[in-house]
């Protein structure tokens, strides 16, 4: 028997299109407008439900109208039932899970009203048999035996009809699969719909379906890390912030010929500024569904927890039901993705934001706790220990001297657990810096940021957007063929082939007088452009290498003559100028200031005017070059993109 499903089913979008802009999808006569149909966000049921529409207003549809779904494919159903204050459409039997513009046909005219996301069951009745949570993981209406499904804490595996049930103590409130390899999930914008919320107490069974959708190609797919976004409403951030999105947009509609995705490496919000600001998650999001053809699977950081809130498990309770799970795991071809949470928030301490709203100092450590150690146990037990794996977090496990940046106990019980893996790659942010750690059988790319310096270097100097070791904003490219990995990181406006920078330091004199002339004699004094401070005569040149590890080759022809590279351990000179120095000029506070960078090193010409062949070769026999004249004037409108 078929059923209806109420349009007030989840979060619902009220439509005004007659408030501010119209959405038409072809010409609209005046005469014809839609406003206040009440629409889903999400419908979730069977092929044949009806579904009702709330209308709010007079200005709903008129009889002969139609519906218009439009995804991968369009479909044009009929209006039943059509009432003054509701009217409902049948689900064709041929539509399956996703997202889809909605819109009122009206003869040959079509207004576009919104979207909303078609999760689609199979509707066959399942016997708890017991268990407190169940379901079925179907695709195209069948279901899918071996799809790994938890809590949390349980782990499980659906049947050959693709049914799964547990008992679970509803700890976390939620349900999520492991997206099986070959299959993608629906999306609701960027965000794979992968966990289903539990609202019911622990006595009470409950019910949660997954839809995935067939797709083809995945041996050769690529992944986008995306680290520390930080977008709080402030320092122009969503200005700049629509830099990177063309950027990706540009990448991923240039890249059709394998599946691409995203990964989000944590702090993509600012909880300071949750309140203060009035951008959370939810504001987070709708910035980044402007960001086209590609799903987004999302690491969680500490800026992620909430200041509002007492403790590691309140601190996450809205992030779980907005963003996703905590920590959770999914397959892309031949490869095993795990997403973890190494952020133990501690907040206990009463304070108030600075608009006077109560909440918590903010107060974590680098630590994964230890229910994630026994579900990630029970995770990998279904993968085979062939499997290359993909590790996320935001804290790095390592520093860039190859130290534990957790406690050494901690890290080295993740180590323990993934120690039978021979290739796993584990990516981090956290630092806004880019450095490289190979450790036994753990790869680590700490792979910069999004948001550079917080989005202040750009904002003190457009168009030098770069981090606090000199690295340019940006994001990584993972490209993963078959069990072959290969990287590149690509800054953002940039084309990849820009992968490091030269100083001419005989053009250099970074000096307070010079660059905070106008600030404080205390601004003056904080200022610590180390050796760049003094005239310097000795033909030397600096290159900042900012992705490199101990693979790559540095090679400097002066003519026929090689000069020698040597390492350093110094402060970024650009860094200094476009961010430190302007902060302190105008008597601001450099919260951000420069850091020494691992990545920079020296050669010593000849001569003051020679020029230099400068070659850089990764591990992949990527090439990259600059024909560097010299002498080079140092400004920071010479390295502006």
């Known amino acids: 028997m078929k059923t209806r499903l109420s349009a007030l089913l989840g979060l619902t979008i009220l439509v005004l299109a007659a408030c501010g802009k119209k959405e038409v999808d072809t010409n609209s006569s005046s005469d014809f407008v839609i406003s206040g149909l009440v629409i889903p966000e999400t ?41 003054k204050d509701n009217f409902s459409f049948t689900i064709p039997e041929t539509l399956y899970s996703g997202e889809y513009i909605f819109s009122i046909q009206r003869g040959q005219e079509r207004k576009r009203i919104g979207k909303t996301l078609f999760v689609i069951t199979s509707g066959i009745e399942i016997d708890p048999e017991g268990a407190n949570v169940y379901g079925q993981v179907s695709a195209e209406g069948k279901g899918l035996k071996d799809v790994v499904v938890s809590d949390g804490h349980e782990v499980t595996v659906t049947d050959e009809n693709g049914i799964y049930r547990f008992t679970s103590k509803k700890y976390h409130k ?25 609202t019911k107490d622990q006595s009470t069974p409950e019910r949660a379906d997954f839809s995935l959708i067939p797709v083809s190609g995945q041996n050769h797919s690529t992944v986008l890390m995306m680290g520390d976004i930080h977008l709080a409403n402030r320092t122009d951030d969503r200005k700049q912030f ?104 501690t907040n206990s301490k009463k304070t108030t934001d ?51 940046r957790p406690t050494p106990s901690n890290a080295k019980r993740l180590e323990s657990l993934i120690a039978g893996y021979p290739q796993v790659h584990l990516y981090t942010a956290h630092t806004h810096r880019i450095y490289n750690i190979q450790h036994d059988n753990i790869y680590e790319h700490n792979a910069g940021s999004v948001c550079g310096t917080w989005w202040w270097s750009a904002k003190e100097t457009p168009g030098v957007h770069i981090g606090q070791d000199g690295s340019p904003a940006g994001y990584t490219i993972l490209d993963i063929n078959g069990e072959s990995f290969s990287w590149e990181f690509k800054a953002t406006g940039s084309p990849t ?145």
């Open 174 to 198: 939620y349900v999520f699969m492991s997206v099986p390899s070959g299959y993608e999930p629906v999306s609701n914008g960027i965000l794979p719909v992968i966990h289903k919320q539990l």
């Open 497 to 641: 082939s820009y992968q490091f920078r030269t100083y001419d330091r005989n053009t250099m004199e970074i000096s307070a007088e010079k660059y905070v002339y106008a600030g404080s004699a205390a601004n003056k004094n904080n200022f610590e452009p180390d050796f760049w401070a003094q005239p310097n005569s000795d033909n030397e040149v600096y290159i900042n290498v900012w992705n490199y590890d101990p693979k790559w080759e540095i090679s400097v022809m002066e003519g026929s003559t090689p000069l020698t590279v040597k390492a350093m351990n110094i402060k970024d000179p650009l860094h200094l100028v476009a961010y430190t120095a302007k902060r302190l000029n105008s008597n601001n506070e450099a919260g951000f200031a420069t850091v020494p960078s691992m990545h920079l090193f020296r050669v010593k010409a000849s001569t003051p005017d020679s020029t230099l062949d400068i070659t850089i070769k990764d591990q992949f026999g990527h090439t990259y070059t600059e024909t560097m004249k010299r002498p080079k004037v140092f400004s920071t409108d010479m390295y502006k993109k």
């Open 354 to 404: 600075s608009k006077g709203n109560p909440c918590y100092e903010r107060d974590y450590n680098a630590y994964i706790v230890e229910e994630q150690f026994n579900w990630l146990e029970k995770d990998l037990s279904h993968v085979s220990k062939d499997t290359p794996l993909v590790i996320t977090m935001h804290i790095p496990l390592y520093n860039e001297d190859g130290t534990y």
């Open 43 to 83: 419908i979730e049921g069977r092929t044949g439900d009806d579904i009702d529409i709330k209308v709010v207003g007079s200005k709903g549809p008129q009889q002969g109208d139609q519906v218009v779904l439009t995804g991968n494919e369009t479909f044009t159903l009929d209006i039943k039932s059509l009432q």
């Open 242 to 345: 629509v830099n990177f999105v063309n950027d990706v947009n540009d990448f991923v509609s240039t890249h059709t010929d394998r599946p691409v995705y995203g990964l989000t490496l944590g702090d993509m919000t600012w909880d300071l500024y949750w309140e203060v600001n009035n951008y959370s998650y939810r504001e987070y999001l709708r910035d980044a569904n402007t960001i086209k053809g590609i799903k987004i699977y999302q690491t969680i950081g500490n800026h992620d927890h909430s200041m509002y809130e007492f403790g590691d498990y309140n601190s996450v309770k809205l992030y779980k039901q907005i963003i996703a799970p905590t920590y959770y795991s999914f397959n892309i071809g031949k490869v095993h993705y795990v997403v973890l949470d190494d952020v133990e928030c």
